[in-house]
């Protein structure tokens, strides 16, 4: 199947600061990558649409100046947590449509 | 609006024993019905794609059947290595491609 790297895998950063995700399609071009959030035995829940050349698409009750998304070329997909605080703490995820939806393995965030 | 629903939440299964996990859906037009295997702190895994009633698609121990409202997936004698949650989707014709509608996943435990 398709590959979809993100990184980091995890990150710890400090109340206040931003942090930067990176979600790469390897061995396909994707127009449309997907960000998911995951809470502990919860469902995965669909963030924005990541749109190249173009902005994102928000999910309704996703600040989209705290979650800011910029997919720049065909392969690169970035989600910025802004100003982060211990609740955006959660775990992201993001996918990119080949055949099928191939997920990256997930960045798991901690704000202390 | 899109509903995914699974049950059980949780299963613990002996090894050899055989069981099934349920996926009932509700959606405008169904594009398709996927099965994902989610490890903890991982991304989920790619196992099937459903299209239309009556399909089956089978991967070692494991088979996926589709009707218009629901979906099974069979496990014939789980090995402990089968011990993953169990994430179904759905894919509607209004949304764009590739974004799914996830369930909150099955956890299934198979001890030796």
């Known amino acids: 199947g398709a590959v979809v790297s993100q990184h980091p895998s995890w990150v710890i950063c400090k109340s206040g600061t931003s942090v930067k995700i990176e979600c790469r399609s390897l061995?396909?071009?994707?127009?449309?990558m997907f960000w998911y959030r995951q809470f502990p035995k919860q469902s995965l829940m669909l963030m924005a649409t990541s749109n190249e050349g173009s902005k994102a698409t928000y999910e309704q009750g996703v600040e989209k100046d705290k979650f800011l998304i910029n997919h720049a070329s065909l392969t690169l997909s970035t989600l910025t947590v802004t100003s982060a605080h211990p609740e955006d703490s959660s775990f992201y995820i993001c996918s990119a449509k080949y055949t099928e939806a191939f997920f990256g393995q997930g960045t798991r965030l901690t704000v202390v | 609006e899109d509903q995914v629903t699974q049950s059980p939440e949780a299963l613990r299964l002996q090894e050899g024993e055989s069981s099934s996990l349920n996926c009932s859906y509700t959606v405008s037009g169904l594009r398709g019905l996927f099965w994902y295997r989610q490890d903890p702190g991982k991304g989920p895994e790619f196992l099937f794609t459903?299209?239309?009633a009556g399909e089956e698609k089978e991967k070692e121990r494991l088979k996926a059947t589709l009707t218009k409202k629901e979906s099974f997936l069979h496990i014939t004698a789980p090995k402990p290595e089968d011990s993953a949650t169990y994430l179904c989707?759905?894919?509607?014709?209004?949304?764009?491609?590739?974004?799914?509608?996830f369930g909150r996943g099955t956890q299934l435990t198979v001890w030796p």
């Open positions: 061995d396909f071009q994707a127009t449309t």
């Open positions: 989707a759905v894919a509607d014709r209004g949304s764009t491609l590739g974004r799914l509608y």
């Open positions: 459903l299209y239309s």
